[in-house]
């Protein structure tokens, strides 16, 4: 049985991820910016002072470019993680896939859990703990490889949760 995912709990998952982009992209600049706009640049205030300011937004504004590059990182795996996950439940065994990449690039990872040692719930994901199949095919080499996983990160995006949660239990 193909479990199905939510739009409000992939809303949720995604919440986060959002605020810290709004935040390190825009909010705290812009504050920085106010506060060098009105920095009075009169006689009377000491040069030091407004070396100071100067020095942190010129700081600020060069932190820019690396912000975008690591919140708009994580809100695309965000996205791509809620977007791209699937769980089948049989009666022997939980198949966990995700793929990333796009086209001759596209690698699908799936995890094939039979028995767990522990499932931790966080309030984001469902980390689930012990011995798994891990199998990662296509990527540039197009070839399949298989490895063992001992610890599985599974958002939790999905309606049917109690589902998933009563086949690890057994």
């Known amino acids: 049985m193909e479990m199905v995912k939510s739009k409000i709990k992939r ?21 920085i910016f ?5 920095v009075p640049t009169t006689e009377n ?6 070396n100071i300011v100067i020095f942190i ?16 990182g994580y809100l695309g795996f ?8 699937k769980i089948t439940l049989f009666d022997d065994v939980m198949v966990y896939s995700k793929y990333s990449g796009s086209m001759g690039n596209r ?3 799936t995890y094939y859990i039979k028995k767990t040692d522990s499932v931790v719930l ?5 980390k689930i703990k012990g011995g798994f199949e891990k199998k990662i095919t296509g990527g540039t ?3 399949e490889i298989k490895k063992r996983a001992k610890v599985v990160n599974i958002p939790r995006v999905f309606e049917d949760e109690e589902k998933i949660l009563a086949f690890l239990k057994k």
């Open 45 to 50: 205030l000491s040069k030091t002072i407004q």
């Open 34 to 38: 106010i506060i060098v706009w009105n």
């Open 141 to 143: 080499t197009n070839s």
């Open 11 to 31: 809303k949720e998952y995604i919440k986060p991820a959002w605020i810290y982009f709004l935040l390190a992209v825009l909010v705290i600049p812009m504050i």
């Open 78 to 85: 965000c996205y791509g993680i809620t977007g791209t996950s």
């Open 122 to 126: 966080t309030k984001r994901t469902m």
């Open 57 to 72: 937004s010129v700081g600020a504004f060069t932190m820019e470019i690396p912000n975008l590059c690591i919140f708009g």
């Open 107 to 109: 690698e699908t990872i």
